[in-house]
């Protein structure tokens, strides 16, 4: 439902009224900097240093790269490169989310982000497909509710979900599920 194209000004005013004809409509990104392209490469000069800093090797947990579409190399110094790359390079991201959900079996997806515009994304590359795809943070409820509905989603599907923290200091009493109101709520 959605295409980002990155151009010149001019260029991009000259195809407006094609988009609009076709239906579509389009807004300026709210910045600048032409991030994932090659106009970018002299900012990535100067990220340089602060990547040549960082050690870099593999984890516990796949880390995918929207470079390549795939997940990132075991070599530190590949690894280095590419994620230095991904300022630079266009963003594969739909390709990158079909290769986890079809070659690596990947089938939960779950957004860590100011927005949750990512996770819309994900379901339209995976429609028809098996999947579940939750924000952890929508604009449009509070953090805690996000966090809840996210927890709930979760233990809907049988992850295992330790609830635990969420009432570490304060009471909780079991709810039956048998239709029957507790006692001590019928009180109050």
Avoid at 116 to 130: A, H
Avoid at 138 to 149: A, E
Wanted: hydrophobic share 35%.
């Amino acid at each position: 439902h959605q295409v980002v194209l990155f151009g010149y000004e001019e260029d991009v005013e000259k195809i407006t009224p094609a988009i609009e004809k076709a239906g579509g409509f389009w807004d300026k990104m709210p910045f600048k900097m032409a991030y994932h392209t090659p106009l970018f490469a002299s900012v990535v000069d100067m990220l340089r240093p602060l990547y040549d800093s960082l050690t870099f090797g593999p984890g516990h947990t796949p880390v995918y790269s929207c470079v390549t579409a795939d997940q990132f190399p075991p070599d530190g110094d590949k690894m280095r490169e590419m994620a230095i790359a991904t300022w630079e390079k266009r963003v594969r991201f739909r390709e990158t989310i079909a290769n986890m959900n079809k070659k690596d079996d990947v089938k939960l997806f779950i957004e860590v982000g100011p927005s949750g515009n990512l996770t819309s994304f994900v379901q339209d590359t995976l429609q028809g497909k098996e999947h579940l795809a939750i924000s952890s943070n929508d604009q449009r409820r509070p953090g805690l509710l996000q966090l809840q509905h996210l927890l709930a989603k979760l233990y809907v599907v049988r992850k295992e979900v330790d609830f635990t923290h969420l009432f570490k200091h304060r009471p909780v009493r079991n709810a039956p599920l048998d239709g029957k109101m507790p006692e001590d709520a019928k009180k109050k």
